[in-house]
């Protein structure tokens, strides 16, 4: 477990709804913010992600669509391939901007889970 409920709680005031979505986000490799799942679920999240070596993946849920951040963990770059990977991962989204360490989009609602396995999968192969 990447986080205990009751560190997790007293030092970011977690509601149970926070927990259960940092709960399933450590199931799936990524946090989905919503309007119950804010700004401290999210410090959590991020310091986890850095604590134990693992990209900082969050998709943030919007009226119309959604944003995806993919960040790797510090020190560590995509390669060409990798990249070009992403780049095919992220054709149906309706925008990004990929560098070296990190991928940002937009894409509809519906179409976040799996674009952040296909992801999720890329950065797998480059570890």
């Known amino acids: 477990m990447l986080f205990t409920k009751d560190h997790s709680a007293q030092e970011f005031a977690l509601s149970d709804t926070e927990l259960r979505a940092l709960e399933l986000a450590q199931e799936c490799g990524w946090l989905t913010l919503t309007r119950e799942v804010g700004e401290h679920a999210l410090a959590c999240w991020q310091n986890d992600c ?3 070596g693992r990209a900082f993946a969050v998709v943030r849920e919007e009226p119309t669509r959604v944003s995806i951040w993919f960040v790797l ?3 560590r770059e995509w390669t060409c391939d990798d990249q070009r990977r992403i780049r095919a991962a992220l054709a149906c989204s309706t925008g990004f901007i990929l560098t070296d ?13 799996a674009l952040m396995e296909r992801l999720l999968a890329v950065n797998a192969l480059g570890q």
Do not use: D, I, N
């Open 50 to 52: 850095a604590r134990f």
């Open 73 to 75: 963990m510090s020190g």
């Open 101 to 113: 360490s990190q991928a940002r989009a937009f894409a509809p609602l519906g179409a976040e889970t």
